[in-house]
């Protein structure tokens, strides 16, 4: 059985970008593969974070995949930071990682700015951290919306790396992409759907009237575009097809072709398409918050029958590097 692992940050809340391009995905995934769910706290540090919140982030980020539709009994769902092997693999594999990889990427570029020589430089190795949660488990597929697929090629550039310096011990891990893969930001179509833009996401414990006030003021035309559809109007409509049933969306498809669509009446159906599908997530997510001991022992076993796994691939790849012995 193939092996998936894949992450997210809880750096805020989970919204409906990360539903679609993961978190859904995860859900169905658990039948057909052996899962591992991690809740990324060490990657949430490379920017800051406040030490009283991160605990009530972290626990609102796993009730919200439980949520979801995760489930212990099938997936591994544990946090990063209890399972050390993952900082220690990241310290191998950064010393196999040329800084230029680094600096090429996407997401480093975008946070870092013209802030680059004053920025933490884990935002810089991010995602070496990310390469050894993947690999420190085998695992070869990874569930991930669109922007993490540059972090994956360099994830396989790393493991090529390893297995031809030290000997073939780590598959390369492909994405695994869904038809939510990028959502875009609601305010800014342009940008993708993000935590770190306000007014950008719809959370996945959003009230109805909220969801309904944030789907009316998304952006549609920002300008001529000549015969294609504009970004904020695509956005709604990739949206629309992924949570209302297909006769509904051919209905709007019709509509915009022969050029009698209401914009307002695209963002009605829309919003109240997501309230279906948010509502049960929104209810369940509160309920499990009321049990926040049951989540620490959902984790706790989690990261229990992680660590062997994790101990166990350490190992060898220190036994191959040289380390550990003396002889
Ligand atoms: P994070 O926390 O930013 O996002 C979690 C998942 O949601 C996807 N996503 C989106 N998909 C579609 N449209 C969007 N607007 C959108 N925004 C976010 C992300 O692609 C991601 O799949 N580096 C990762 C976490 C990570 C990880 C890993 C992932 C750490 N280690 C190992 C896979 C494997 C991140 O910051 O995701």
């Not at 052996?34 to 605990?55: F, G, K, N, R, S």
């Not at 990874?142 to 922007?147: A, L, N, R």
């Not at 935590?195 to 959003?206: C, D, Q």
């Not at 575009?225 to 109007?233: I, L, R, T, Y």
Request: charged share 25%.
């Amino acid at each position: 059985m193939s092996r998936i692992f894949s992450g997210i940050q809880p750096s805020g809340e989970v919204h409906l970008g990360n539903y679609l391009g993961a978190v859904r995905n995860w859900v169905k995934l658990q039948d057909e593969y052996e899962c591992l769910y991690c809740i990324v706290d060490l990657h949430a540090l490379t920017v800051p974070q406040e030490p009283q919140e991160l605990p009530r982030r972290v626990a609102e980020a796993i009730a919200t995949n439980l949520a979801c539709g995760l489930d212990p009994e099938r997936s591994i769902i544990f946090v990063q930071s209890a399972v050390p092997e993952h900082t220690e693999l990241c310290w191998l594999l950064t010393c196999l990682t040329p800084i230029g990889a680094l600096e090429r990427m996407t997401q480093f570029k975008d946070k870092a700015g013209g802030k680059r020589h004053s920025v933490g430089a884990g935002l810089l190795t991010y995602p070496v951290l990310m390469a050894a949660d993947i690999l420190l488990y085998k695992a070869d597929t990874v569930p991930v919306g669109e922007d993490q697929v540059q972090h994956l090629e360099l994830a396989r550039e790393i493991a090529r790396k390893f297995n031809s310096t030290y000997g073939p011990t780590f598959p390369e891990p492909q994405p695994l992409l869904t038809a939510g893969a990028r959502i875009m930001a609601l305010n800014a179509p342009e940008k993708k759907m993000s935590k770190s833009l306000p007014g950008s996401y719809i959370s996945l414990a959003e009230e109805p009237e909220t969801i309904r006030q944030k789907v009316m003021r998304a952006v549609t035309d920002v300008g001529p575009q000549g015969n294609e559809m504009s970004p904020g109007v695509k956005n709604l409509f990739t949206i629309l097809e992924n949570v209302a049933p297909p006769d509904v969306v051919k209905q709007f498809r019709d509509a915009y072709a022969s050029g009698t669509l209401r914009y307002s009446d695209l963002k009605q159906t829309l919003a109240e398409e997501l309230i279906r599908t948010l509502t049960p997530i929104r209810e369940r997510r509160a309920e499990l918050l009321t049990r926040p001991q049951e989540l620490q022992e959902i984790v706790a076993a989690g990261a229990a029958r992680a660590r062997p796994m994790a101990q166990a691939v350490l190992a060898e790849v220190k036994e191959k590097m040289g380390l550990g012995r003396l002889l």
